[in-house]
Antibody, heavy 117, light 105 residues
């Protein structure tokens, strides 16, 4: 079965960067896109962008343009999301999810990123 | 932009309907996710009205113009959760509704 296993919780200071990983198994990594979605405490789901592991092309939400980079390592079937210049309102659970068309049938367990001085 | 009601309340055994409105919906598929506290979202409806394997038949999706609807029949206590609709625009930007909290009275 499809599994997406994310890296552990992070605590960062304002202005720092964070890199979250998402290791995929149970399917052919290059055959599905991957998307990143975050959820601030008590808030809804917010789309950040997606990446095609086969081509490496990306589509980022305008809000995160210039501050986010999504990459993949096909040799290890792992996706990465780096967010820079962190602010307190970047505190959230960050999810990776496998795409089918534009829906996401499989999700990682989430990674809590806390930004605090 | 996708618009959902913030909350819906129903008694056990009744039918809950959660709507989602947006201009992209006549031209793009809609997806529905169920999220319980502390858990990742779970896809419950894809491509407007299809149920992934393992999702009860009590959950169904429908579409009419700029509105899609998630219907939960014979609501049970276990259905209490947040529900999100999702679609995409023509540029591939994913869109999420603000979420609807379903309360089972």
């Amino acid at each position: 079965q499809v599994q997406l296993v994310q890296s552990g919780p992070e605590v960062k200071k304002p202005g720092a960067s964070v890199k979250v990983s998402c290791k995929a198994s149970g399917y052919t990594f290059t055959e599905s896109g991957l998307t990143w979605v975050r959820q601030a405490p008590g808030q809804g789901l917010e789309w950040m962008g997606w990446i095609s592991p086969s081509r490496g092309n990306t589509n980022y939400a305008q809000k995160f343009q210039g501050r986010v980079t999504m990459t993949t390592d096909t040799s290890t079937a792992t996706a990465y999301m780096e967010l820079r210049s962190l602010k307190s309102d970047d505190t959230a659970v960050y999810y990776c999810a496998r795409l089918e068309l534009v829906g996401a049938p499989d999700w990682g367990q989430g990674t809590l990123v806390t930004v605090s001085s | 932009e996708l618009t959902q009601p913030p909350s819906v309340s129903v008694s056990p055994g009744q039918t809950a309907r959660i709507t989602c409105s947006g201009d992209v919906l006549p031209n793009q598929y809609a997806y529905w996710y169920q999220q319980k506290p502390g858990q990742a979202p779970v896809l419950v409806i894809h491509k407007d009205s299809e149920r992934p394997s393992g999702i009860p038949e009590r959950l169904s999706g429908s579409t009419s113009g700029t509105t899609v609807t998630l219907t939960i029949s014979e609501v049970q206590a276990e259905d209490e959760a947040d529900y999100y609709c999702q679609s995409a625009d023509s540029s591939g930007t994913m869109l999420f509704g603000g979420g609807t909290k379903l309360t089972v009275l």
